[in-house]
């Protein structure tokens, strides 16, 4: 599930960042790839390219972003897949991509555990929930002050969702069952549309990133009510998380870590794990991210691996509630 961003701030990023991977002047070594599985603009992307900008100071060695964008990350998985494991490509992937998508596609083309190599954590992206207040009637409205709407205007309780079967996707029914609402989730091609037609009040509410949603909150387009994660978040500190709302069951968040193919030697892992470490750890790439909403969260090789496979624990459970079968 890609967070599509219509970020101003992306576009600078994303030219500094192209002039930055494109120009080394001194390598050590071969030029890096890191590819993405979406298209340029969003979330996904905008972590990769200042990846590659840190990473290229660290390493003086020319680091590319390449997207390739398609199926929720599967094309670019797929990629990663076949390519070799010389240290020359890696994969700047989401959690949906490996740890959703095995579960709810019965072919992705990848197999996450064999064809992967972790290397280090990079981020978190946490997901919030909004609400389009004056559809509602209620400027202050919250979680359950929405559950009373849809009780009272049946079959309008849609839910704005980036992706079908994808973490946001379940929650709806995670929310609606602890709420005893009648909701339903409505898929979309990632956050901005959803942004847009909850500001429009073509839906009353949606599921998405809290970076693609930051901005239209501030300016009081919309309204964030929750977010998952087992904390509030310091750019939120008035919004409560699912967990506070008496709401179980939406607690993993996104996040976004390196990969490389299987076979990976060990020496090229740790080296990659050391500095991606150090970049992530940056002040300079910390605030940047904050800036849209992200967090960075630094981890190695090990590290990127618990939480993989404790996501796809959680992923497990949201699909298996939900009675989905694979397609």
């Given at each position: 599930?890609?967070?599509?961003t219509t970020?101003?701030?992306?576009?600078?990023?994303?030219?500094?960042a192209?002039?930055?991977?494109?120009?080394?002047?001194?390598d050590s070594g071969?030029?890096?790839r890191?590819?993405?599985g979406?298209?340029?603009?969003?979330?996904?992307?905008?972590?990769?390219r200042?990846?590659?900008?840190?990473?290229?100071q660290?390493?003086?060695?020319?680091v590319?972003?390449?997207?390739k964008?398609?199926?929720?990350?599967?094309?670019?998985?797929?990629?990663?897949?076949?390519?070799?494991?010389?240290?020359?490509?890696?994969?700047?992937?989401?959690?949906?991509?490996?740890?959703?998508?095995p579960l709810?596609?019965?072919?992705?083309?990848?197999d996450t555990?064999?064809?992967f190599?972790?290397?280090?954590?990079?981020?978190v992206n946490?997901?919030?929930f909004?609400?389009?207040?004056?559809?509602?009637?209620?400027p202050?409205?919250?979680?359950?002050?929405?559950?009373q709407?849809v009780?009272a205007?049946?079959?309008k309780?849609n839910v704005?969702v980036?992706?079908?079967?994808?973490a946001?996707?379940?929650?709806?029914?995670v929310?609606a069952?602890?709420?005893?609402?009648?909701?339903?989730?409505?898929?979309y091609?990632?956050?901005a549309?959803?942004?847009?037609?909850?500001?429009?009040?073509?839906?009353?509410?949606?599921?998405?990133?809290?970076g693609?949603?930051?901005?239209p909150?501030?300016?009081?387009?919309l309204r964030?009510?929750?977010?998952n994660?087992?904390?509030?978040?310091?750019?939120?500190?008035?919004?409560?998380?699912?967990?506070?709302l008496?709401?179980?069951?939406?607690?993993?968040?996104?996040?976004?870590?390196v990969f490389?193919?299987?076979?990976t030697?060990?020496?090229?892992i740790?080296?990659y794990s050391a500095?991606?470490?150090?970049?992530?750890?940056s002040?300079e790439?910390a605030?940047?991210l904050?800036?849209?909403?992200i967090s960075?969260h630094?981890?190695n090789?090990a590290d990127l691996?618990?939480?993989?496979?404790?996501?796809?624990?959680?992923?497990?459970?949201?699909?298996?509630?939900?009675?989905?079968k694979?397609?």
């Amino acid at each position: 599930m890609q967070r599509r961003t219509t970020f101003h701030a992306l576009l600078g990023l994303g030219a500094a960042a192209l002039l930055a991977t494109s120009a080394a002047q001194a390598d050590s070594g071969p030029a890096i790839r890191i590819l993405v599985g979406f298209p340029a603009g969003g979330s996904s992307d905008a972590i990769a390219r200042l990846l590659a900008q840190g990473l290229q100071q660290e390493l003086g060695r020319s680091v590319m972003v390449e997207n390739k964008p398609g199926a929720g990350g599967q094309i670019a998985a797929q990629t990663l897949k076949g390519a070799k494991p010389d240290g020359t490509t890696l994969f700047l992937s989401n959690s949906h991509t490996v740890a959703m998508i095995p579960l709810t596609i019965s072919n992705p083309g990848f197999d996450t555990a064999k064809d992967f190599a972790p290397v280090a954590m990079v981020a978190v992206n946490p997901d919030v929930f909004v609400l389009n207040t004056g559809v509602l009637g209620k400027p202050n409205a919250g979680l359950r002050d929405f559950a009373q709407w849809v009780a009272a205007n049946p079959a309008k309780g849609n839910v704005g969702v980036p992706a079908p079967a994808s973490a946001p996707d379940f929650a709806v029914g995670v929310v609606a069952r602890a709420l005893g609402a009648d909701l339903k989730s409505v898929p979309y091609r990632g956050d901005a549309p959803i942004v847009q037609d909850v500001m429009a009040g073509q839906v009353p509410a949606g599921i998405g990133s809290v970076g693609a949603m930051l901005q239209p909150a501030k300016a009081g387009k919309l309204r964030i009510v929750a977010v998952n994660g087992t904390s509030r978040l310091p750019i939120l500190p008035d919004v409560p998380t699912y967990a506070e709302l008496g709401i179980k069951g939406y607690e993993d968040m996104i996040f976004n870590g390196v990969f490389a193919p299987a076979g990976t030697p060990a020496p090229v892992i740790d080296s990659y794990s050391a500095a991606i470490t150090k970049v992530v750890k940056s002040p300079e790439f910390a605030d940047k991210l904050a800036n849209l909403g992200i967090s960075a969260h630094a981890g190695n090789a090990a590290d990127l691996n618990a939480r993989l496979k404790a996501t796809q624990d959680f992923s497990a459970t949201m699909v298996r509630n939900a009675g989905y079968k694979p397609q």
